[in-house]
């Protein structure tokens, strides 16, 4: 019989993974998460924004940029990570609101800092988390990561965010304070109340991959829960085709 890690292999070579639920977070992510995983959904010269489509993994067009700012730095999400419970909790502790936190539903969010320029999106690269911002966007935890490019010649070595240029954190602040608001619509209730140093990030990202696995389950266990309901299919298109006793 062929084993659970033989079926694997042949997936990743048949297949494309799936960027958020195919895609590992990193070796040590659970534990000690200083070397992620990273997949980039818009760079700083994207004048439209891209999502990634949750159905499918393909990077989708979500809309133009109606709005003058642009994202100041390679932009995405950790991939098996997800916004619900736990990262709300945390939210919700650090922030002392008696109002209802919930998470965004979505993967956690992450920003990269690099020197280096990219035409375009819809790329995997390895980034070390050295703090953050606690956005909520109306009762709805959102934050985002802030990280820098493993092996980047002008930020590589920065290991935590208090070791960010104070202007570069400034834009990207007013970047996710502004990104959604156009002069003619009515207020959104976006605030970040705090920054974070990376020690925060990890517990963060550690939340984030908790309640993925809360909601998803192990990816470990996917092949051999493939496995299962394959025999499964199999058994009864045989036992349909067998005689019945009267």
């Known amino acids: 019989m062929v084993s659970n890690q033989r079926l694997t292999e042949l997936f990743a070579i048949l297949f494309r993974a799936h960027p ?16 992620l995983n990273t997949y980039i959904e818009i760079v700083p010269a994207d004048a439209v924004k891209y999502e990634l489509d949750k159905e499918s993994g393909h990077l989708r067009l979500d809309r133009p940029q109606r709005y003058s700012s642009f994202c100041p730095t390679l932009y995405g999400f950790v991939p098996q990570t997800y916004c619900g419970e736990s990262v709300a909790e945390l939210c919700q502790q650090r922030i ?5 936190i919930k998470g965004d539903a979505d993967p956690l969010d992450i920003c990269v800092l690099t020197e280096k320029g990219f035409t375009h999106g819809n790329f995997l690269i390895r980034s070390r988390p050295v703090g953050g911002l606690r956005l909520i966007d109306g009762n709805e935890a959102d934050d985002k990561i802030i990280a820098v490019l493993e092996n980047d010649i002008t930020y590589g070595d920065i290991t935590d965010i208090t ?17 959604k608001q156009l002069p003619s619509e009515a207020l959104r209730r976006i605030e970040i109340t705090d920054t974070y140093n990376r020690e925060e990030a990890h517990e963060v990202i550690r939340r984030s991959l908790a309640d993925y696995r809360a909601v998803f389950g192990a990816p470990e266990d996917r092949i051999g829960e493939l496995r299962r309901l394959l025999v499964e299919d199999v058994t009864e298109k045989i036992e349909d085709t067998l005689p019945v006793n009267n």
Not at 96 to 100: A, F, L, P, Q
Not at 163 to 179: M, W
């Open 20 to 35: 958020w639920h195919g895609v590992s977070p990193g070796a040590f992510a659970e534990t000690v998460p200083t070397s």
């Open 163 to 179: 070791e960010v240029p104070r202007g570069l954190l400034d834009r990207l602040t007013h970047y996710f304070l502004t990104y």
């Open 96 to 100: 002392g609101s008696k109002v209802k």
